[in-house]
């Protein structure tokens, strides 16, 4: 990781951390404060690209059950992103997604058009 700036943000244009390894990732729990945890994103190879999955709902699974943790980790994960809304707690009534929220689903794939894909190329396709 260039610089070790874990704490980028998507609305200035940092999407480095779509880069990061699981062990990227893990550096980046424990730099949260929870080294406990670090074991539990690497054994489950959470990488960058893997974060938008990172909430409530999916932690359990990860091996994290402690409740405020898993509130204040998926409250770092959305700031991380750039995410204003909560994905776990949607209702088909509620208004339509954020265009990050979206395009960060599009880029947790692998594959070349996932790869290629920009976050302005993504706004262009959606308002066509």
């Known amino acids: 990781m260039a ?13 480095e951390f779509l880069q990061w390894s699981c062990h990227d990732v893990a550096r980046w729990i424990e730099s949260l404060g929870f080294p406990q945890y670090k074991a539990c994103f690497t054994e489950n190879f959470i990488t960058g690209r ?20 898993m509130q204040v980790i998926s409250a770092r994960v959305r700031e991380l992103l750039g995410i204003t809304e909560t994905l776990w707690s949607r209702s ?36 066509q």
Request: net charge positive.
């Open 50 to 69: 893997k974060l938008i999955y990172v909430n409530c709902i999916y932690m359990p699974r990860l091996g994290i059950t402690d409740y405020k943790d």
């Open 3 to 15: 610089g070790n700036s874990f704490h980028g943000n998507m609305l200035t244009g940092n999407m």
């Open 92 to 127: 088909i009534a509620d208004p339509s997604r954020d265009n990050m929220g979206l395009f960060l689903e599009r880029k947790s794939r692998t594959g070349e058009r996932a790869d290629s894909l920009t976050y302005q190329r993504f706004l262009d396709d959606r308002r």
